[in-house]
């Protein structure tokens, strides 16, 4: 008898164990529950070449942070589809992966054109809303809860360009004339008006304002049009396919210039920059960052090795030097907030991005006005001793001297255009 | 402002890019002007012919122009294997019209994909010694990067017009247009007439590829930019002319061209295709249509 309940003492001791042992792993199942974040990226479509590049970045920092333990804890999925550069699909895209797929956490896809119709699908869900790369897209709606990675500054529009005429007024002889032309898409107009307000603050008399369709083939009748008005300073504000049209047809009519350039996407890929090559030299253009000793922030090298060891077979930009650091760094931000607040709740993301300043691969991120950067970086390179002999002399300082701000230039200015 | 430089010079480059809408447009015309076929894939074959010329000039240097000649016999092989498969699936039963067009909406769709999976999606451009430079004759400027297609396409255009109004092939081709019946009771097989003729509207995208390339950057979906336009030329031409087209088309790129030097860019579209609704208004033929 004292056998028996000592077994049934033994087999209760044994059965409680078993008990707590399963109480104490049922909320270690629910810790590995990943967090979802979910976006739209451009895979096709014009963008796409940036898009495929973003998002190899994205997957870099996935899978840094899931080495690292995660966010809170939990691994990281990405939950995504492809917006194909095309803007009338991305609410469907939010509301599901908002609704259907049931994220934890959105960041946006690349570009104006992408961001801006996400917006208010957020304003209605009071979501947090990284942003990449978009200009002004914030402007209209002043939603708290957006915060954008690309450094134009407070007040973006006049930011973008406020660098190219700074250094354009420190010319000598000192400019009279401006050209703006740009193509007919959101980024670009929004690059236009800032331009138009910096020439009317810093006394340029606007010569020719007009925007072409990004359907364009041939730019020769454009360049010409500019020439005819013969300014002093030019500011284009296009897309890579147009970049590369107005570049060479820029060569081809002979266009002069003091200063040429400013807002010109794709000039900053391997792509144009090796096929343009000594076409460039001279262009003074807006850039994120470049190889330059004062832009050497920690980890953006080691982050560069690891994106472009996958960027070749994946045919994208294999340089990477424009937008993967920032679709790193957006993460970043988001990843470290979570951490902080350890909350998922997006009230507590938002205020504490919004009260913040953030270390990432791409320096020191600090939100003001509307979620842009409290300060701005956008840089102005010029292209100078560019040869046609491949992508190497781009993986060191020079080929891309840093102009403005001053707090980070490497080099000097030459001019006129072209040299 | 408005000198007689400017206005020459906006002239000349648009004569010089209608050039290249005319090789561009010049198989459709074939395909949906002469065979009513509604190949809506046209301008994705044009692009394939494009990233084939930007993969032999940067692997190996070759020019693209000269590419896109050598692949010609490539693309006539895929344009009567393409055919052999619409009329076998579609045009025997009727059924062209609306499946027809899915089936080359399905087309387009499928070698936009394969071209982003062989290429990726970043724009690509290539090298040759003749793009970026050009040539002055006076104050008119001619960059060799479109004087250069624009002899290709006429060069082009005139092989195929010699080609349909000389020889007996060509002849039939143009017959199987007007009458199929006709045709067949003169002993001529219709079906094999459309698969040569198809087959030479898609050669001609190899050639129109490469000098969209040798023009400007390029990336897998452009083709959709073109898809508008070169329906317009054929239309404007008067659907089964080929010298309806080369016309249409160097009207369509000066009248961008002018719109666009003179008046602004973002109006040359909306004017060129309001030419194109005021022409059909007045001769609903189309230039050179019967």
């Given at each position: 008898?004292?056998?028996?309940?000592?077994?049934?003492?033994?087999?209760?001791?044994?059965?409680?164990?078993?008990?707590?042992?399963?109480?104490?792993?049922?909320?270690?199942?629910?810790?590995?529950?990943?967090?979802?974040?979910?976006?739209?990226?451009?895979?096709t479509g014009a963008l796409a070449g940036n898009g495929k590049?973003?998002?190899?970045?994205?997957?870099?920092?996935?899978?840094d942070v899931n080495k690292a333990g995660g966010l809170m804890g939990r691994p990281v999925e990405f939950v995504y589809y492809d917006d194909q550069t095309n803007p009338s699909v991305v609410p469907g895209i939010y509301t599901k992966l908002l609704t259907v797929d049931k994220v934890d956490l959105v960041v946006s896809g690349y570009g104006t054109n992408v961001i801006a119709p996400a917006i208010p699908i957020m304003m209605g869900r009071k979501k947090v809303f990284m942003g990449l790369f978009g200009l002004a897209a914030n402007e209209k709606f002043n939603y708290p809860n957006y915060f954008q990675i690309m450094p134009a500054g407070p007040d973006p529009k006049l930011d973008w360009s406020r660098g190219f005429f700074e250094i354009a007024t420190g010319l000598d002889p000192k400019p009279k004339t401006v050209a703006l032309v740009g193509a007919d898409a959101e980024f670009a107009r929004n690059a236009l008006d800032g331009a138009k307000t910096n020439a009317e603050k810093f006394n340029l008399n606007v010569v020719y304002n007009n925007t072409y369709p990004p359907s364009t083939t041939d730019y020769t009748p454009v360049v010409r049009a500019i020439q005819a008005t013969n300014p002093d300073v030019v500011f284009i504000a296009s897309y890579p396919p147009d970049s590369a049209g107005m570049v060479r047809a820029i060569n081809e009519v002979g266009l002069k210039a003091q200063l040429l350039g400013g807002g010109m996407v794709g000039l900053q890929y391997a792509a144009l920059l090796?096929?343009?090559?000594?076409?460039?030299?001279?262009?003074?253009?807006?850039?994120?960052w470049v190889p330059a000793p004062t832009l050497d922030f920690p980890g953006v090298n080691e982050f560069l090795a690891k994106y472009q060891a996958k960027a070749q077979d994946a045919g994208v930009d294999p340089l990477g030097h424009y937008l993967p650091p920032y679709?790193?760094?957006?993460?970043?931000?988001?990843?470290?907030?979570?951490?902080a607040a350890n909350s998922l709740d997006d009230a507590k993301l938002a205020e504490y991005i919004r009260s913040n300043e953030f270390d990432t691969i791409i320096g020191k991120v600090k939100f003001g006005k509307n979620g842009e950067w409290a300060s701005t970086r956008v840089l102005q390179v010029q292209y100078q001793g560019v040869t046609s002999d491949g992508l190497d002399q781009f993986l060191k300082p020079g080929a891309r001297a840093v102009l403005y701000p001053s707090e980070w230039k490497y080099g000097e200015l030459k001019t006129p255009f072209p040299q | 402002m408005f000198t007689a430089d400017l206005l020459l010079n906006a002239v000349v480059a648009g004569v010089l890019l209608g050039g290249f809408y005319a090789a561009a447009a010049i198989g459709l015309t074939i395909a949906f002007g002469q065979l009513d076929?509604?190949?809506?894939?046209?301008?994705?074959?044009?692009?394939?012919?494009?990233?084939?010329?930007?993969?032999?000039?940067?692997?190996?240097?070759?020019?693209?122009?000269?590419?896109?000649?050598?692949?010609?016999?490539?693309?006539?092989?895929v344009g009567v294997a393409l055919y052999s498969v619409y009329y076998t699936s579609f045009e025997r039963h009727g059924e062209e019209s609306l499946r027809g067009l899915a089936f080359f909406f399905g087309i387009m769709f499928i070698v936009e994909v394969l071209l982003i999976m062989s290429f990726g999606v970043d724009y690509r451009l290539v090298d040759t010694a003749y793009i970026g430079e050009s040539i002055k004759l006076g104050f008119i400027g001619l960059p060799y990067r479109l004087l250069v297609p624009f002899a290709v396409s006429l060069a082009m255009a005139g092989a195929i017009y010699l080609f349909l109004s000389r020889t007996f092939t060509g002849r039939a081709i143009l017959a199987v247009s007007q009458d199929r019946l006709a045709l067949r009771l003169?002993?001529?097989?219709?079906?094999?007439?459309?698969?040569?003729?198809?087959?030479?509207?898609?050669?001609?995208?190899?050639?129109?590829?490469?000098?969209?390339i040798v023009i400007g950057p390029v990336e897998p979906s452009i083709g959709r930019l073109y898809i508008g336009r070169v329906f317009a030329i054929v239309v404007l031409g008067g659907m089964t002319s080929i010298s309806g087209t080369?016309?249409?088309?160097?009207?369509?790129?000066v009248v961008e061209s002018l719109v666009g030097t003179l008046y602004g860019p973002s109006w040359a579209p909306a004017v060129a295709f309001g030419f194109l609704l005021v022409t059909l208004a007045v001769r609903p033929a189309g230039l050179f249509g019967r």
């Open positions: 008898m004292l056998q028996s309940i000592a077994r049934r003492r033994l087999f209760g001791a044994l059965g409680g164990t078993i008990l707590a042992a399963m109480s104490l792993a049922l909320p270690s199942a629910q810790a590995a529950e990943p967090v979802k974040i979910g976006f739209g990226m451009a895979l590049a973003a998002l190899i970045a994205m997957e870099i920092w996935r899978e090796t096929k343009l090559g000594p076409m460039l030299n001279g262009i003074t253009n807006y850039d994120f679709a790193y760094a957006y993460l970043q931000v988001l990843g470290q907030a979570v951490n | 076929v509604v190949n809506i894939a046209h301008p994705a074959f044009i692009v394939s012919g494009s990233f084939c010329a930007y993969f032999l000039n940067d692997a190996y240097g070759i020019d693209p122009i000269l590419v896109g000649v050598l692949l010609t016999p490539v693309y006539f092989a003169m002993g001529a097989d219709p079906v094999r007439v459309k698969q040569v003729a198809f087959g030479l509207a898609l050669a001609t995208t190899a050639v129109a590829g490469a000098l969209l080369i016309v249409a088309a160097l009207i369509l790129g």
